[in-house]
């Protein structure tokens, strides 16, 4: 079965600072690995994903992530926040599609991040 | 750029009451889901609609939930008798080919 760890429930940085969240899965394959963004009270935004291919992958507003096979991991960084990150954000790991299986996300607890000024 | 829109954002019903959850998915999208987040709690998968029945679904999803793509555009989610515990957020997604699911800004559902 898929999991998602993120040790991380809260993190507090200060503005300008750079950012790491953290992200552990368990998958039997190669997974398809996402992070999500939700601002309170709003959906989730795909920030990023991972299918294959280049392990450091660029996504909207700034940031990054880097797939490392050996660790389990899929870290999302930044290297600079802006007030405006101050969201919840959500580590997802995504089961292949095909077969009996159709793509079905399962999510991290999530991590608040909180920007100081 | 077109998006998975969800009615109503937010819902009040009775225990016992029967609710539905509408969703438009993008319209091009071939895999429904629905998921929940439980307030403080990590989004849970609920089931996946794929070529007009249901794919997968969790154990959460039992008799007294249901799916139904009535029409070429909507997607919807009833719960049949509801209880206190179904209190959450709904969120409905939709992919194409490719993985990424995009989802919708949810329903919020309190039952009283």
């Known amino acids: 079965a898929q999991s998602v760890t993120q040790p991380d429930i809260h993190i507090t940085v200060s503005e300008g600072a750079s950012l790491e969240l953290r992200c552990n899965y368990s998958y039997g394959a190669t997974p398809y690995l996402f992070w999500y963004v939700q601002s309170p009270g709003q959906g989730l935004q795909l920030l990023l994903k991972y299918f294959s291919g280049d392990t450091l992958v660029q996504g909207i507003k700034g940031f990054e992530a880097e797939f490392k096979r050996s660790q389990s991991s899929f870290n999302l960084r930044k290297p600079s926040v802006h007030w405006s990150d101050a969201a919840e954000y959500f580590c997802?790991?995504?089961?292949?599609?095909?077969?009996?299986?159709?793509?079905?996300?399962?999510f991290g607890q999530g991590t608040i991040l909180t920007v100081h000024p | 750029e077109p998006e998975v829109t969800q009615t109503p954002s937010h819902q009040v019903t009775q225990m016992g009451q029967e609710v539905i959850l509408r969703c438009v998915p993008i319209s091009n999208h071939l895999y429904f889901y629905w998921y929940r987040q439980i307030l403080g709690q990590k989004v849970e998968f609920l089931v996946s609609f794929y070529n007009n029945e249901i794919s997968e679904k969790s154990e959460i999803f039992d008799d007294q939930f249901s799916v139904e793509r009535p029409d070429g555009s909507n997607f919807t989610l009833k719960i049949r008798s509801t209880k206190l515990e179904d209190s959450a957020m709904y969120f409905c997604?939709?992919?194409?080919?490719?993985?990424?699911?995009?989802f919708g800004p949810g329903t919020r559902l309190t039952v009283t």
């Open positions: 997802a790991v995504g089961a292949h599609a095909g077969g009996t299986s159709y793509g079905k996300l399962t």
């Open positions: 997604a939709s992919r194409r080919l490719a993985h990424e699911q995009y």
